[in-house]
């Protein structure tokens, strides 16, 4: 089935520690986002990918990392720089780099504090 | 000044019942907005784009009003698995970011 793919679903960080969330689609879509929810808060943009080995920071960037060396695949880092990482870490991509198409996510994987 | 607004709610409405979302969007220059429905603890769905015209999606009535800069979700007869989050999304004047209200949540009751 095509779709976007995210990995783990759950995942903890030790104190000190990067951990990466890994993020496969097998749509073609030529754009990817990594989005972070907080409860009760709107998605907030981490960073985003329109072509491969070419990125830009969103909104929140500090203490990750991303790398887009294949088209199909948007790996995030959560570094250790993040002091405050928990939240619901979302995935998206869509066809095209702009115009109307939209979005569409994986689901999600949960990091925590341990 | 956040780049979408959105009631956040929560709605509680009987089955059958009509429901209306509203959310105001900042840039002038936004030229894609789109519903999303989101379950708890799930990623967000699209549910539907949202067109110049308005559209329609059965249950489902989108409207746009670039003066007023508010796009509006109607819900014709509420079912118990409307129950969710609705999102509210507009992408920036360059088209290749997108901005997302904080949701407005709906209980539909028997």
């Known amino acids: 089935d095509g779709g976007i793919t995210q990995s783990p679903k759950y995942l903890f960080r030790k104190e000190g520690q990067n951990v990466t969330l890994s993020c496969e689609q097998n749509l073609n879509h030529d754009a990817m986002y990594w989005y972070r929810q907080d409860p009760g808060q709107g998605l907030r943009l981490i960073y985003y990918?329109?072509?491969?080995?070419?990125?830009q920071k969103g909104d929140i960037a500090e203490g990750y990392s991303v790398s887009r060396e294949k088209k199909e695949s948007f790996p995030l880092t959560v570094t250790s720089a993040q002091k405050n990482p928990t939240a619901f870490y979302l995935c998206?991509?869509?066809?095209?780099?702009?115009?109307?198409?939209?979005?569409?996510f994986g689901d999600g994987t949960r990091l925590s504090i341990l | 000044r956040k780049e979408v607004e959105q009631d956040p709610g929560p709605f509680n409405v009987p089955e059958g019942a009509t429901v209306a979302f509203n959310c105001t969007y900042s840039?002038?220059?936004?030229?894609?907005f789109f519903w999303y429905r989101q379950d708890c603890r799930k990623e967000p769905k699209l549910l539907m784009s949202v067109y110049s015209s308005g559209n329609e999606d059965g249950r489902f009535t989108a409207q746009l009003n670039r003066a007023s800069q508010y796009i509006s979700l109607l819900i014709r007869d509420s079912k118990l698995s409307d129950s969710a989050t609705y999102l509210c999304v507009v992408n920036s004047n360059t088209g290749n970011q997108f901005y997302f209200g904080t949701g407005t949540s709906l209980t539909v009751i028997p």
């Open positions: 998206a991509s869509r066809t095209g780099v702009r115009g109307n198409q939209p979005q569409h």
């Open positions: 990918s329109q072509i491969v080995n070419d990125f």
């Open positions: 840039n002038s220059a936004s030229q894609s």
